[in-house]
């Protein structure tokens, strides 16, 4: 490690998924963008010693755990990074932040409102710097929407409208995973995908005042995992929303993983008085623009490559593209500026808290069939 900068000892809880993206993002953070602090991969911590083992070995920590609670206790831990599905978010996060750790934790913050309203509590009493992963946010190409909007090129915001489209539990026989119980993931679609396209709206819109909310499952049970026989569905498969935004900018929010053909179509159109903004995971580095330039004119896409464009000076020159993986190393590089400077970057378990207040709407929108205030 070098001298000049300090050593921060990370202890990653979970290691699926988002623990294998987080993985790759605190080994290449250092080699690519010029960090204020050292990133070591201290611990990798599982519910199983021989899982937590392998995985030290795969994807590049120096030890493993099968205790998060002692990885929490240990003194030369600075910051818990928290890969688990929701339904341990609140116990590990409240028990980091009492042991004083920076806390970082995957979307959505919690499984319900009062969880994450408990998790602020943690980190506010505590003092102590907090992160959420909302990955999207930190792709170059959202980072120029965001400039654009910021300075005005399309004027006052009208509309925002946000899908994000899977199609991975289209077959009925697809098995009953995590994802689609709610003591473990809180909700469906709703939280899981519908969660993003809310953050990316707050992010670029602003913050929403009401909601009307439409849950749907589509199948109500499913073969069992260990092929003991089917569960129930007690989830979303699709959760759809309008939404009015305080600014008076009005909207739609979709998160469906029953759309054949849509793999991680996380889209969204932004109309203002000036021009409009689109943007498609699916083709993550360019961003569609429309500004009036003349008679003839019509959208335009910007390849989001160079090195104007955020993030993009830490990797290759213009035209190199980007893929998902690189949205982890920019958050985790902007954790590390945040921790340098003192501060919670966004979005941290403030937004958490506004996002689940929003998810929280659109359910008791769904039951009530009413417009409801956030
Ligand atoms: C759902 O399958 C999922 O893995 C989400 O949980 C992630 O947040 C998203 O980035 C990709 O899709």
């Known amino acids: 490690m070098s001298a000049s900068r300090p050593a921060l000892n990370v202890a990653m809880i979970g290691y699926q998924f988002m623990g294998r993206a987080h993985s790759n993002a605190w080994r290449q953070v250092r080699p690519f963008f010029d960090v204020p602090l050292d990133p070591v991969m201290k611990v990798v911590c599982g519910r199983s010693a021989e899982g937590a083992a392998e995985a030290a070995d795969r994807l590049g920590w120096q030890e493993s ?5 002692d990885v929490i206790a240990r003194d030369d831990i600075d ?112 939280g899981d995908i519908a969660s993003h396209s809310l953050d990316l709206a707050r992010f670029l819109v602003g913050e929403v005042a009401e909601v009307s909310g439409l849950l749907k499952t589509f199948v109500d049970e499913r073969p069992l995992e260990d092929g003991s026989g089917r569960g129930a569905v007690d989830v979303d498969d699709a959760a759809l929303s309008l939404v009015r935004f305080e600014s008076g900018a009005i909207g739609s929010i979709e998160g469906s993983r029953f759309c054949p053909g849509r793999k ?12 409009s903004l689109a943007f498609d995971l699916e083709r993550m580095n360019e961003l569609e623009v429309y500004t009036e330039a003349g008679p003839d004119s019509g959208f335009r896409t910007i390849l989001a490559t160079d090195e104007q464009h955020p993030f993009v000076e830490g990797w290759w020159p213009p035209g190199h593209v980007l893929g998902y993986e690189h949205t982890f190393t920019h958050t985790v590089f902007d954790l590390l500026r945040g921790i ?32 409801e205030k956030v």
């Open 79 to 190: 910051v818990i990074d928290i890969c688990t599905p929701g339904d341990s978010h609140a116990e590990i996060a409240i028990a980091a932040a009492e042991a004083g750790k920076v806390v970082f934790c995957e979307k959505p913050l919690a499984n319900n409102l009062a969880e994450a309203e408990q998790m602020l509590a943690a980190v506010q009493a505590a003092g102590v710097i907090n992160m959420l992963c909302h990955n999207y946010r930190r792709a170059p190409a959202v980072g120029l929407a965001k400039r654009m909007i910021d300075a005005g090129e399309i004027g006052d915001i009208h509309h925002y409208r946000g899908v994000y489209l899977q199609d991975w539990i289209v077959d009925p026989e697809a098995p009953r995973v995590w994802r689609l119980e709610k003591a473990k993931a809180g909700s469906g679609a709703l």
């Open 264 to 275: 991680n179509y996380n889209r969204f159109e932004i109309n203002g008085s000036k021009g």
């Open 340 to 371: 340098e400077r003192g501060e919670s970057p966004r979005p941290n378990f403030e937004d958490g808290v506004r996002n689940q207040e929003v998810l929280d709407a659109i359910e008791r929108s769904s039951e009530s069939r009413q417009w």
């Open 65 to 69: 755990s099968d205790s998060w609670r």
